[in-house]
């Protein structure tokens, strides 16, 4: 199913390209599939760490796939994002 949902996004993703600039795009997510179905889509990513998400320390706090921007949390993730 992961992989339906990200290959939907992906379409998405490029349907919206056409009216938004791609500069301005930037794709967060906290699980490594969302992230790299942004990716196919030619987006750049941003991905927040969740070591938590299954209880304490039992989440990844690192990302297994490439992420442009990499933060511990989304107050991390809007600083780096200059908000």
Request: aromatic share 2%; net charge positive; proline share 5%.
């Given at each position: 199913?992961?992989?339906a949902?990200?290959?939907y996004?992906?379409?998405?993703?490029?349907?919206?390209?056409?009216s938004?600039r791609?500069c301005?795009?930037v794709s967060?997510?906290?699980?490594?599939?969302?992230?790299?179905g942004a990716a196919k889509?030619?987006l750049?990513?941003?991905?927040?760490?969740r070591?938590d998400e299954?209880?304490?320390?039992?989440?990844?706090s690192?990302p297994?796939?490439?992420?442009?921007?990499i933060?511990?949390?989304l107050?991390?993730?809007?600083d780096k994002?200059?908000?």
């Open positions: 199913m992961g992989v949902i990200n290959s996004l992906a379409d998405r993703t490029g349907a919206m390209r056409k938004i791609q301005m795009m967060a997510a906290a699980h490594d599939g969302k992230t790299a889509a030619g750049r990513t941003a991905t927040v760490a070591p299954f209880g304490p320390g039992s989440g990844p690192t297994k796939v490439a992420a442009d921007i933060a511990k949390d107050n991390d993730l809007a994002l200059g908000a």
